[in-house]
RNA sequence: GCCCUGGUGGCGGAAUCGGUAGACGCGUUGGACUUAAAAUCCAAUUGGGUGAAUAACCCAGUGCCAGUUCAAGUCUGGCCCAGGGCACCA
């Protein structure tokens, strides 16, 4: 055995042999117990950073360790290959962004091979190929039929850098969520998925996602944004032409309904010309001219500042005949309940402001019998008790908000309603590298679905990149004439293309079944493997990805493609990877190169460091350092195993009993194997296994360093030890352990072993410390026998020296015993 | 404003049930080996205090203030701070 430690040496003849040998191929069938570990894939943007190997190492180690656990571990990777920077790049060089992609991949995959990850290959999946989304055009026009896709004219994201519209989920402080840019509002006709049919099971089904953090599920319950209220129709008393018009309103509080002074509509709403008075039309269209001009960002910037108009008629409020004028403001939001909003300045704050501000009548309708407010400084929003509320008066509000609305219902003019903040999830994009929507317009037969025989709809070669403002694929003559599959005609082809949040909510079924030339997966595969049991990526995805592929999941079990309702079973968010305490960005210049750290220590210490800091969930400060130091380590390791090679036999046998240094060492081997599993099990604690690495590492290099001879038992001991510690780390230190394997002597792979198992009686200390405290403050720690009673405890601790000292001339009140532990004595 | 997460040495972080606070590492300091350096190894390292002192001992200490308990980083109540999410959602 060599005895210096050459990381790079090891390791790319390992990586060979396990490629070679296929290693790490999963068969389908197996009569092992199955375990689906699973990374979010990357988006090949030309190199790996260290988030990917942060990432990709936790879900490495976790499959690797399910393995030895004797599990048949599905463990795949793949590409989310459809996307804006390719385009860009096109754009930019004049380059085929499918040429950019493919080149991104082949070097990210060799980064990958070089990270020693124990992928199954032959799985891997690209959502650019035509091979993968000719079925997610398939399941889009499965959605289609089923009335889960719809394309309507609406008021939309558009990210003017980007060239194209953008979900609701991809805005992020009214800016885009990929460059940042200030997104605008534009009326367009689009494509939308359904997911707001499926937002009361989206939110139950939380619940059951037990292995998922609250953090995630709180954002998505916040997302989804369930609230329960009632719908008021307000019959309008004056509206030009004596028309006979309702406003409907939602409302969480319907026991204000007494105390409306005014009601406002959004400057949107679809009838508001209708209850526009001639004298106000002016004014009216001034000012909706004015909002529909803003950006979400001047809206956002003027939250303060309520602005509004009269629309010069008037509503009666059915409950007590009061009439109340009409206004329209931006508070008012067109997109929730009915674009419509009662006002109870009084009980709510923004209608308090509002009020204020232009001098509107208030009415207080709730109070706190104890402490009554006039609401002339503020609304009191609290609990309280009807006042002013005709025959709900002294009723409590909460009871109130019951029988109010069931007086509308009973009278007609209202109804209970949940709504939901959720909107429909809008996938059209007016860009070139996605999958194209496979829908024609025929000018007779109007939208026609591509039939599925003629799938894939193929992306075509002859556009034009520079094109501004619309799809580079309108510039295709190729793609774009066709014919229409009912009438034969003329007819177009739809030239928007697919969000790639699409793509990649579906991409971890394909994984079941990634050859499947028939259909997008086979059931029994996708019935068999999924869910995952344990998927592994990054927060930034709480909502979109996750909440996508949720209704994903769900949608395709309502189409009888698949029997499980919740595609990932445990869930964990890592940390990010920050170095000087913020995120690795090229901007900030602070980005560490996953290539130099494989050059320059290998990727054994890259995985090692990167598990070894903090908490999967936890954020990773970067420090060179601690890369130095797990290189240090890991040589530690290899020296130890390569000075012992000659007394390390792969055949040991330990014959109890031994003696007493031998039994601390078996006894320190047996409880590093029972924690370790234990802080995998819990949490996938690598931070924790790696420091248990490290004391038993010391502890055996303390054992080595007091025997100048070893006899047959100290060699077999030591056998034990190095070898156990060698399996430990396997799942860590992947290429090191294989090659140590190796020369100790062992003809198959480390990574074919299963994993240790523990004596319990061997992994407790053969004796115990006792804890001495004299009125609960540690005063002695004495050696005791580990199957002391209670009592002998207790006389050992009065036997101290410290305590006689302590307890005399006092009176002893009482004295606690934990077994095995402690004993506390109280004195007065 | 609402929701979630967290707050422990110079730093990253340990600490199943309430039971030795600071595991393990990084950094720092001192030492051994060496002509020297690297590498390696050993020791010290929460703060304050008493002691000539290597000894030995005392006090305080897990964001803050209370409480429960023989015993609190851990449990209860109230507050402060940081990070993240949502936000004119009626």
């Known amino acids: ?287 909706r001219a004015n909002a529909r001009k803003m950006t979400e960002i001047e809206r956002l910037s003027t939250e303060r500042v309520k602005t509004g108009v009269p629309l010069g008629t008037h509503c009666k409020n059915p409950f007590n005949g009061e009439i109340f004028p009409l206004w329209t403001a931006d508070y008012a939001l067109v997109e929730y309940g009915t674009g419509a909003v009662m006002a109870v300045p009084t009980h709510d704050t923004r209608d308090f402001d509002f009020a204020k501000k232009y001098n509107l009548p208030m009415k207080v309708v709730i109070q706190n019998p104890e402490n009554p407010s006039d609401c002339k400084d503020a609304a009191y929003t609290e609990p309280g008790v009807l006042v002013n509320s005709g025959e709900f008066d002294g009723m409590s509000n909460e009871k109130a908000k019951k029988a109010i609305t069931e007086k509308a219902v009973k009278e007609g003019f209202g109804e209970f309603k949940t709504q939901y903040r959720l909107r429909d999830w809008l996938i059209s994009r007016q860009r070139y590298w996605g999958a194209p929507i496979p829908v024609v317009y025929c000018e007779k037969c109007g939208i026609q679905p591509v039939p599925e025989d003629q799938l894939p709809v193929l992306l075509p070669k002859d556009v034009d990149f520079s094109v501004v403002g619309k799809s580079p694929l309108l510039t295709s003559k190729t793609f774009l004439e066709t014919t229409c599959p009912c009438c034969g005609g003329k007819a177009v082809r739809e030239t928007d293309t697919m969000d790639t949040f699409i793509c990649s909510s579906w991409y971890y079924l394909r994984y079941a079944d990634a050859k499947n030339d028939k259909m997008p997966f086979a059931k029994d595969k996708v019935n068999h493997w999924l869910p995952v049991d344990q998927y592994v990526g990054g927060i930034e995805h709480a909502i979109l990805h996750l909440l996508y592929s949720r209704f994903f999941t769900k949608a395709l079990r309502d189409l009888g493609l698949l029997d499980f309702d919740e595609p990932f079973k445990n869930l964990l968010t890592q940390g990010m990877v920050l170095k000087d305490g913020s995120k690795m960005s090229k901007s900030k210049g602070n980005t560490v190169d996953p290539d130099e750290i494989f050059e320059n220590y290998g990727a054994d210490t890259a995985r090692l460091f990167i598990l070894s800091d903090s908490p999967p969930a936890r954020d990773f400060d970067w420090s060179d350092a601690g890369v130095e130091g797990c290189y240090k380590f890991l040589n530690r390791v290899w020296r130890l195993v390569a000075s012992n090679a000659d007394d390390i036999n792969l055949k040991y046998e330990l014959k109890f009993p031994l003696k007493k240094e031998n039994d601390d060492l078996v006894r320190n081997v047996h409880i590093a194997i029972k924690g370790i599993t234990n802080d995998i099990s819990n949490d996938f604690q690598f931070n924790t296994v790696i420091s248990k690495y490290r004391e038993l590492t010391n502890a055996i290099y303390e054992w080595r360093g007091k025997k100048s001879q070893l006899d047959a038992e100290d060699k077999s001991v030591m056998s034990f030890a190095i070898v156990t510690l060698l399996k430990l780390m396997s799942p860590v230190a992947v290429h090191l352990t294989e090659e140590a394997w190796h020369d100790l002597g062992a003809e198959g792979s480390i990574h074919d072993e299963p994993w240790c198992e523990w004596d319990e009686k061997l992994a407790k200390a053969s004796s115990i410390t006792l804890v001495v405290q004299v009125n609960g403050k540690v005063k002695d720690k004495i050696e005791a026998d580990e199957a002391s009673t209670e009592d002998e405890l207790k006389a050992l601790a009065m036997n101290s020296e410290k305590v006689k000292e302590l307890t005399e001339g006092k009176t002893i009140v009482k004295t606690i015993v934990v077994p095995k532990k402690l004993v506390n004595i109280v004195v007065k």
């Open 1 to 287: 055995m060599k005895e210096s430690y050459f990381a790079q040496e090891i390791e790319k003849k390992w990586q060979k042999v396990w490629e070679e040998t296929g290693a790490f191929k999963t068969p389908d069938e197996s009569d092992k117990p199955k375990y689906y570990a699973l990374s979010m894939f990357p988006y090949p943007s030309g190199k790996l950073h260290m988030g990917h190997v942060r990432n990709y190492t936790i879900t490495d180690v976790i499959a690797r360790f399910k393995k030895a656990q004797g599990y048949n571990v599905l463990h795949p990777m793949g590409w989310d290959s459809f996307g804006l920077p390719a385009e860009n790049a096109a754009m930019k060089h004049g380059a085929d962004p499918e040429k950019w992609t493919v080149e991104n991949i082949a070097y990210m995959t060799k980064q990958l091979k070089m990270l020693g990850l124990s992928y199954d290959w032959d799985r891997e999946v690209t959502t650019c190929k035509p091979d993968y989304y000719k079925w997610t055009q398939w399941l889009f026009l499965q959605l289609y039929k089923k009335g889960l896709v719809y394309k309507k004219e609406a008021a939309v994201n558009w990210c003017d850098e980007c060239g194209t519209v953008l979900a609701n989920e991809q805005v992020i402080d009214g800016k885009c969520w990929r460059c940042d840019h200030e997104v605008e509002k534009k009326y367009l006709s689009q494509w939308f998925v359904k997911i707001t049919d499926y937002a009361e099971v989206l939110l139950d089904d939380l619940d059951k996602l037990t292995g998922w953090g609250d953090n995630v599920k709180t954002m998505q319950a916040n997302w989804i944004g369930k609230s329960q209220g009632a719908i008021f129709r307000f019959p309008v008393v004056d509206a030009p032409n004596s028309e006979k018009i309702d406003v409907p309103v939602y409302t969480t509080r319907p026991d204000t309904v007494h105390g409306i002074t005014y009601l406002v509509v959004a400057p949107e709403y679809k009838d508001i010309e209708k209850l526009t008075t001639s004298e106000n039309k002016e004014a009216v269209d001034a000012y």
